[in-house]
């Protein structure tokens, strides 16, 4: 049981270039969010799941694309990488609708210059 | 809309000191009060909760009651040690289940 497994772990980016962050659980878990976290600031909420087919738009969605087409998988795409987005990014699960309790991946540090 | 607002670091502390991070919070619905901890390199791994007021969230020696009449989660831990040298994170979930965080504060514990 992995839990939350999140690649790469580090990436450098060109302004304009593009790339897909992936997020992967094995804990059947209904619920993923994807999260942004910048020097200084608590996590921001990007975009979030509550099923396979269902996304919808977190605190700070500009500049990011996410599916979601199985259960395990969450992939967050930027399409066109901006100095601005340069962060760390958290993916996390949740079990069901009963449970508040989300576990986080170890995330993956972007740079874009 | 919901917030959290806990108190800015970076915290230092000796061996065996007291640690407190205050953190107080502002939302709509009745929440759920988290603390969340960040070791270095790692993602966040959920420290304690409470989920109604008078609630005390406790773990691996912290602890934290939930506040209602002043808003307030602060995380305490009696005598830390140079393991609990991290990031530490209140947060607040409401009725529907998103996060919301406060800035994190930073600690490190010196031998």
Redesign the interface.
Known sequence: NAG?T?TPKFRILKIGQSMTLQCAQDMNHN?M?WYRQDP??????IY?SVGAGITDK?EVPNGYNVSRSTTEDFPLRLELAAPSQTSVY?C?S?GS?ST????????TRLTVL | GNSVTQMEGPVTLSEEAFLTINCTYTATGYPSLFWYVQYPGEGLQLLLKATKADDKGSNKGFEATYRKETTSFHLEKGSVQVSDSAVYFCALSDYDYKLSFGAGTTVTVRA
């Open positions: 939350v999140q619920y969010y200084g600031m608590g996590l921001k909420l979030y977190g958290f996390a949740r609708a508040d309790t989300q576990y986080f991946g170890p995330g």
